[in-house]
């Protein structure tokens, strides 16, 4: 079988968001053709309340999903569809924005260091204006694959006969959360059609045998064509997300939260949410 290489590396940017949250995008800088179908991928964590309590006021979205990865801490969430409540440690919060929702994300003081994952996957043109839905996955319901010095938690898709709680999201992607002791070296296979980005976050490690580019926190590998990749850990160890999911190859139309394929569908959306026309179910 094919191993991937790395094709680029991606160095993550801080940047301030919301009504004023400092977090990390791995990415989501314009480049969409590098990661489709996903179109941006923000790590937050801070041990300063400052750094992330004014949260994200009610704002919309349209055309896309949204999986948010609580690693630690607490956020509170409210939506136009009338959903409220509380994302932890270990949970997960799913939205199919579809055709408009209306939301907001608040995160709650924390004794230790807040962090996660929100990853914005992109809708095709036939689904762009879907019935909006959401989805809270508790800690417990999570899936885990064990292999030789690693595992996998399994937010999203399906490895080695273990499928993970999201299954209905649109574009089938693989949302892993993947932890390798000290020194591992293990194979993942992986989908050939699939874009595959590996976003480290604790240690360091390398993602071809040849061990040609060593990746760190805050950095993105975008692998080649293949059906596997050869993780390899640091001695410090090595923790990233893996992404995977077949490109949609659609033009993409993007302002902000929404997430059109023309630049007439985008107006027409925010024209629609001044008027008060936004939400349609």
């Known amino acids: 079988m094919k191993e991937r290489k790395i094709k ?35 790590n937050f964590g801070s041990k300063d309340p400052a750094d992330y309590i004014a949260g994200f006021p009610w704002h919309p979205h349209r055309g896309i999903e949204t999986i948010t990865y609580m690693i630690e801490g607490v956020v509170a969430h409210g939506d136009s569809l009338g959903n409220s409540g509380t994302i932890k440690s270990g949970q997960v919060q799913w939205m199919t924005a579809g055709s408009g929702i209306v939301h907001q994300e608040m995160p709650k003081a924390y004794d230790g260091n807040m962090r996660g994952f929100q990853l914005w996957a992109n809708l095709p043109k036939k689904e762009k204006m879907c019935r909006p839905r959401y989805r809270d996955i508790k800690a417990e319901d999570m899936a885990e694959f064990k292999g030789e010095g690693f595992k996998i938690k399994i937010i999203c898709g399906e490895y080695g006969g273990v499928s993970g709680p999201a299954q209905d999201i649109v574009i089938n992607p693989w949302f892993f959360d993947v932890q390798a002791e000290p020194g591992a070296e293990f194979s993942l296979k992986v989908r050939p059609e699939d874009n595959v980005l590996c976003c480290v976050f604790e240690g360091k490690g390398w993602f071809d045998k040849k061990k040609t580019q060593e990746v760190g926190p805050g950095q993105l590998a ?4 293949g059906e596997t990749i050869a993780c390899s850990a640091s001695k410090e160890g090595l923790r990233f997300m893996l992404i995977a999911g077949k490109p949609l190859n659609e033009p993409v139309a993007w302002r902000g939260p929404i997430v059109m394929n023309t630049e007439s569908e985008l107006k027409k959306a925010f024209e629609e949410y001044r008027k008060g026309t936004f939400i349609k179910r």
């Open 8 to 42: 680029k590396i991606v160095e993550g940017m801080m940047v301030m968001e919301g009504a004023g949250v400092k977090l990390r995008r791995i990415f989501g800088f314009g480049d969409t053709a590098l990661t489709d179908p996903f179109l941006l991928l923000d």
């Open 222 to 225: 975008v692998l080649e064509e």
